[in-house]
T-cell receptor
Framework: KNEVEQSPQNLTAQEGEFITINCSYS?????LHWLQQHPGGGIVSLFM???GKKKHGRLIATINIQEKHSSLHITASHPRDSAVYIC??????????FGTGTRLQVFP | EAGVTQFPSHSVIEKGQTVTLRCDPI?????LYWYRRVMGKEIKFLLH????????ESGMPNNRFLAERTGGTYSTLKVQPAELEDSGVYFC??????????????FGEGSRLTVL
């Protein structure tokens, strides 16, 4: 069992829908990262958080340290949001531990 | 300002050959990380440089992999001799602050390695 689990693995949505991607982890962490990778592209850091909630445009990331759970929300989804979304955690070291990613496809 | 750049973007080699991947971090970033994703699996840590020193190489799979960062600028990752299971995407990332201190991390676009 991975130390970082994401759900769902695959997600399809219609443009405009509200999307939630979940990440659960089993280790103590100092920070959690949400990353985005477009097809054929590099990895882009969306959020780094250690508590509470962060918002950037239509993206919102929340974390519950006690429950070892984080969610990434996308409001008013758009086809350009189609990408793989990856959760990764710092477990008090320099290494990130990654989830397997959630592949999102948003159709017009 | 240039981001993290990696070269080549894709390399196809035969089993037993040698490949060298290069990563140029963001200027001024002392911390450089190599990660790898093999098909269908999660991205995994390979090693971490602080300037030219290897801080942690616990993720390096075996002695066929050699990473260097001479002068503390760009880094190379050499695979010699390459095996089929080395196929995957190799990502480089850099940060100004060490990840243990939760510094923001910047990734390159990855180098896809295919070993036939």
């Amino acid at each position: 069992k991975n130390e970082v689990e994401q759900s769902p693995q695959n997600l399809t949505a219609q443009e405009g829908e509200f999307i939630t991607i979940n990440c659960s982890y089993s280790v103590g962490i100092s920070a959690l990262h949400w990353l985005q990778q477009h097809p054929g592209g590099g990895i882009v850091s969306l959020f780094m958080l250690s508590s509470g909630k962060k918002k950037h445009g239509r993206l919102i990331a929340t974390i519950n340290i006690q429950e070892k759970h984080s969610s990434l929300h996308i409001t008013a989804s758009h086809p350009r949001d189609s990408a793989v979304y990856i959760c990764a955690v710092n477990a008090g070291t320099d290494k990130l531990i990654f989830g397997t990613g959630t592949r999102l496809q948003v159709f017009p | 300002e240039a981001g993290v750049t990696q070269f080549p973007s894709h390399s196809v080699i035969e089993k037993g050959q040698t490949v060298t991947l290069r990563c140029d971090p963001i200027s001024g970033h002392d911390n450089l990380y190599w990660y790898r994703r093999v098909m269908g699996k999660e991205i995994k840590f390979l090693l971490h440089f602080v300037k030219e020193s290897k801080q942690d190489e616990s993720g390096m799979p075996n002695n066929r992999f050699l990473a260097e960062r001479t002068g503390g600028t760009y880094s190379t990752l050499k695979v010699q001799p390459a095996e089929l299971e080395d196929s995957g995407v190799y990502f480089c990332a850099s940060s100004q602050v060490r990840q243990v201190n939760t510094g923001e991390l910047f990734f390159g676009e990855g180098s896809r390695l295919t070993v036939l």
